[in-house]
């Protein structure tokens, strides 16, 4: 079993930053990649960003190219996501997702799901 707790959620000005941390225990040697995923109230959960955990490989979803960055931390066994210049849109419960294979790491099909946090972004 792999266990996963998010942090650094908050309530932040469109235009600001803020860093989402994702604490992994357990099982962590079992982890090929780790993902994050948004809801918003009233849609569906979407995919946000991945990293593959040995390559540093990574992928976004088209609108936070360029905006948000998502890394890991061996020494803490923690990936945490850097949000710049965040917008309206972004406001959502941000999930941190961790699979134990490399394959579609955009979709959710990920096996170990954090319990969430907010990120709300006033206009």
């Known amino acids: 079993q792999v266990h996963l707790v998010e942090s650094g959620g908050g309530l932040v000005q469109a235009g600001g930053s803020l860093t989402l941390s994702c604490q992994a225990s357990?099982?962590?040697?079992?982890?090929?990649?780790m993902g994050w995923f948004r809801q918003a109230p009233g849609k569906e959960r979407e995919f946000v960003a991945a990293?593959?955990?040995?390559?540093?490989?990574?992928a976004y979803t088209d609108s936070v190219t360029g905006r948000f960055t998502i890394s890991i931390d061996d020494a803490d066994s923690a990936v945490h996501l850097q949000m710049n210049d965040l917008k309206p849109e972004d406001t959502a419960i941000y999930y941190c997702?961790?699979?134990?294979?490399?394959?579609?790491?955009?979709?959710?099909?990920?096996?170990?799901w954090g319990r969430g946090t907010q990120v709300t972004v006033s206009s």
């Open positions: 997702a961790a699979r134990n294979d490399l394959a579609f790491l955009n979709s959710p099909d990920y096996g170990f």
């Open positions: 990293i593959a955990w040995n390559s540093r490989g990574s």
């Open positions: 357990g099982r962590i040697a079992s982890i090929l990649a």
